[in-house]
């Protein structure tokens, strides 16, 4: 090789070096680059998920059933209330028995008393009017909603009221390393969230729970 040709050699070799080191460095930094990125997103996603179950389960706990959209959903915060009750045993007479024994026989009752109203919206919310934006996805992708459905699944004979509310992944991650985010969305763990979406409830069983494990908070 002539003289004059191994600076050069020198240089691309050192070039080469330096690209191989900085892609060995970016293969370490950038998966933990995302997980912190991802867990700081998902906890923040998951608190819009546990209002919106909050609120679902207030009006089914009012209505019977579950809203199928977010307008009536904050419609009946706005306006809803629990009713505050009491339960309490009592006694009575056994008309069907003193009339067959001929002495006065009691039988044991539960009397509900009714003993006033609390706003729905005090209850859950109490001065925060967050859920008048609960549809919207926090972070991620601008102007992304979350996805909600509500039904009815049959079991055991009878119709037991269902709903679920969700947001993909490609929208919480959007601007995320994109092989990164397909691994994410392929997760099979019991510290992940598995699965291509953050939800809550089900559309398919009696299930108000969210996909995500404890160490982003209560899932129930």
Known sequence: MPNKLKPVLNILLWVLIAFLGYQTYMSIYEPIQFNKEKNKRYKVVIESLK?????????????????????????????????????????????????????????????????????????LFKKSNRYKKMMNVPVGEDGAKFKMEAGHIEQNKLLIPVFEASVEKDVILFDQNKDLLVQEKQVVSVDGVNGDALKVGSMNEVNTSGNWPKTYGANE
Do not use: C, P, W
Request: aromatic share 10%; charged share 35%.
């Open 51 to 123: 209002d919106i179950r909050d609120s679902q389960l207030a009006h089914k706990q009012v209505t019977g059933k579950f809203a199928k959209n977010f307008d009536d959903l904050i419609k009946f915060i706005d306006t809803a209330e629990f009713t505050i009750t009491q339960r309490r045993d009592s006694s009575v007479i056994d008309e069907e028995m003193t009339k067959r024994y001929g002495v006065d026989t009691f039988k044991d009752i539960v009397l509900i008393d009714t003993l006033g109203y609390v706003s729905v919206k005090d209850s």
